[in-house]
């Protein structure tokens, strides 16, 4: 079994800068990749990055890319996502996510391959 619990979320203007950590237990957490998705208000959760369990891939949505960096630390069985030039657009309530299969040479983009959720940080980007 997997738990997260995600952190770094606040307020924060157009331009600044955020990191988000997700913190994990579960002796499986090393073997899985993790994504982080996000959900504003009215809209559905979609994909903004992820990372295979070795830290060797990373993925990004189009809106995020050149702009937000996922990385991972498996010894301290934590990932980060690393939000600069952020944009009132980038609100919403940030939700990582681990893997529903180990050892992936990819990692996937869409919310069915994760089993393990968090509970979700509100990022709130004003103009």
């Known amino acids: 079994q997997v738990q997260l619990v995600e952190s770094g979320g606040g307020l924060v203007q157009a331009g600044g800068s955020l990191r988000l950590s997700c913190a994990a237990s579960g002796r499986t957490f090393s073997s899985r990749a993790v994504g982080w998705f996000r959900q504003a208000p009215g809209k559905e959760r979609e994909f903004a990055a992820a990372?295979?369990?070795?830290?060797?891939?990373?993925y990004y949505a189009d809106p995020v890319k050149g702009r937000f960096t996922i990385s991972r630390d498996n010894a301290k069985n934590t990932v980060f996502l690393q939000m600069n030039g952020l944009k009132p657009e980038d609100t919403a309530v940030y939700y990582c996510a681990a893997d529903r299969l180990t050892l992936r040479t990819s990692a996937a983009m869409s919310p069915n391959d994760y089993n393990y959720w968090g509970q979700g940080t509100q990022v709130t980007v004003s103009s």
């Open positions: 990372v295979t369990w070795s830290g060797g891939r990373t």
